[in-house]
């Protein structure tokens, strides 16, 4: 799943959040929970190693936090400007205290936390973050073998243009002073605050950038080993396909986190992980396909579907994602609306929830997931299933029972249950005369493989970066988007979307977000398939740890029983 599930990852405003936690305790205390909020008679207790489940990430530096594993790892490590309150889903302050826009909420001034410094002791300025974001927007220009894929999010800046085709610093970012930072947009945009939340938009040391990271008499790499401004640090070099280490910061400028640190164990395959977690060498996983239920019972449910806690270890609750098939439409058939009509009429997709996933999902009718404000159910009208409507759609496409149709090729990526999502969606096709045959690629491959013009059809999927519906529109389905998998391009919409980034009223931003995926729901250029949900798993002696509908474990306020004893 890209965050591009990615990233992904919010029904925010569902979501029951734990309290605070004061205080810290020298022994065990006795826990309960309540709709999600812990309490316990003598407070968290400190010390202790998470063990936590991860994919091989593609990369732990901000340069390029794109996808679930590494942002994980990334948020541990980096504070950005701001960050999103997942019980409220509003954007609140990190690394600056306080914003402010002029009228048309084009410039915008951060004022950062005075005294903030890097692991290394080095104070964060203004200017690290002028660094950080031009170091993303000019990597296209200057190393075109290794440039950031995320630098959509700084597109609106004046100059970043000049700076992903020519190398030239963006004039739209400026350091007034240390602890001043100014941003100048190309056009308003009332939504910047969420953009400026996510982890690749982190401050970056320079020096240590350019120079690598002292460690051991050595020099690590800075991607190997990055050294940030959040709540945790790295403790030793990434050991790729095995492992991350990150430990406590205690020099961090917001609250000290209660565990020592987090153990990110990286395994191949999530059965393995799984075995793992029940034989008590993990602390947090995701539960395969089929084991949800057998997990309820032995695990017990958290209230919420967000909070682990003793005797409620098992996580159900709705993830702000969407899981999906994009369709290359400049391939024929695919760039036959009636074809894309009738592949998307014939998926069962409350049949894939029930059979795949246990019914804990929900079928998509809509690109937006429930939570995200704005959210429509049956925005997309052909994400409903209709066998009759699906055969005609072939009969206008010239398509006859599927007479004279090649056979499409479906891709996917291993692991994660896709395999029997794809099967169901094999035979649903063949149903109405659509013959299918599939193609199938590691994660760290199938990413890049879906930038190329060589699938025509292939799962795909989307976590919020940021809880606002943009990030589930000009990302994916902008023209110019580096996430538009499916090449789709309409002037239209593009223009609207610009309008609606432009447009400073909330409500009046909102609706025309809402006209824009009608739009695209009508020319199909993806179909929904189901919206995410959590389906995770932490041990009995875990307190307090929220994992949150963006798909991000919030580690600075989890806490171990037995603590670091």
């Not at 169901?424 to 005369?433: E, P, R, Y």
Request: net charge negative.
């Amino acid at each position: 799943m890209h965050r591009y599930l990615k990233k992904t990852a919010a029904v925010m405003l569902s979501v029951i959040m734990v309290v605070a936690l004061a205080g810290v305790a020298g022994c065990a205390p006795s826990t309960s929970t309540s709709g999600g909020t812990s309490s316990t008679a003598s407070g968290p207790v400190k010390g202790g190693m998470l063990s936590f489940y991860i994919g091989e990430p593609e990369a732990i530096d901000p340069f390029n936090a794109q996808e679930s594993e590494g942002v994980q790892v990334t948020q541990s490590l980096f504070d950005s400007l701001t960050a999103v309150n997942p019980t409220t889903g509003k954007v609140i302050p990190a690394a600056a205290d306080s914003w402010s826009s002029d009228a048309s909420a084009t410039v915008w001034t951060f004022k950062l936390h005075p005294g903030a410094k890097f692991a290394d002791g080095e104070p964060v300025t203004a200017a690290d973050f002028v660094y950080a974001w031009n170091r993303i927007a000019e990597s296209a220009s200057k190393d075109a073998t290794n440039p950031s894929q995320i630098s959509y999010h700084l597109s609106p800046v004046v100059g970043y243009d000049e700076a992903n085709s020519k190398g030239t610093p963006m004039s739209g970012v400026k350091a007034i002073d240390d602890t001043t930072l100014q941003v100048t947009l190309q056009y308003p945009f009332a939504d910047w605050p969420y953009v400026c939340s996510h982890p690749a938009l982190a401050p970056v040391p320079q020096k240590l950038v350019e120079n690598g990271v002292p460690y051991n008499g050595k020099t690590v790499p800075f991607d190997q080993m990055p050294v940030g401004n959040g709540p945790f640090k790295m403790s030793a070099p990434w050991v790729h396909n095995q492992y991350i280490k990150v430990v406590r910061n205690d020099d961090y400028y917001g609250t000290k986190a209660h565990l020592d640190g987090v153990d990110f164990k990286i395994f191949a395959d999530l059965d393995t992980a799984y075995r793992e977690f029940e034989a008590g060498s993990l602390d947090f996983t995701q539960i395969p396909s089929g084991q949800v239920a057998a997990a309820k019972q032995k695990y017990g449910v958290a209230a919420d579907g967000y909070t682990v806690d003793p005797g409620h270890g098992v996580l159900l609750g709705p993830e702000a994602a969407i899981y999906y098939l994009s369709f290359d439409m400049k391939k024929a058939p695919l760039d036959n609306l009636n074809v894309r009509k009738a592949i998307s009429l014939a998926i069962n997709r409350d049949a894939i929830n029930q059979a795949v996933f246990e019914g804990t999902r929900k079928a998509a009718g809509s690109y937006v997931p429930p939570g995200i404000p704005g959210y429509e159910d049956n925005q997309f009208q052909f994400s409903h299933y209709d066998i009759a409507a699906a055969k005609q759609a072939l009969v206008d496409a010239g398509y006859p029972g599927g007479k004279g149709l090649p056979t499409l090729e479906l891709a996917y990526n291993s692991g994660a249950g896709h395999a029997q999502v794809m099967a169901l969606v094999q035979s649903d096709l063949k149903a109405i005369g659509v013959n299918t045959k599939t193609y199938t690629l590691q994660g760290a491959q199938y990413w890049p493989y879906l930038t190329t013009t060589k699938f025509q059809v292939a799962r795909d999927g989307w976590i919020a970066d940021y809880p606002i519906i943009d990030n589930f529109t000009n990302p994916i389905f902008n023209s110019t988007a580096d996430n538009n998998h499916s090449h789709y391009s309409n002037p239209q919409v593009d223009a609207m979307i610009l309008k609606a980034r432009s447009t400073t009223d909330e409500a009046a931003r909102i609706a025309l977000y809402q006209q824009i995926q009608k739009m695209v729901g009508d020319d199909a250029p993806v179909a929904p398939i189901v919206y995410y949900a959590h389906n995770r798993v932490g041990a009995n002696r875990v307190n307090n740890l929220f994992y949150d509908n963006m798909g991000l474990a919030h580690f600075d306020i989890a806490w171990l029983t037995g603590g670091g004893k």
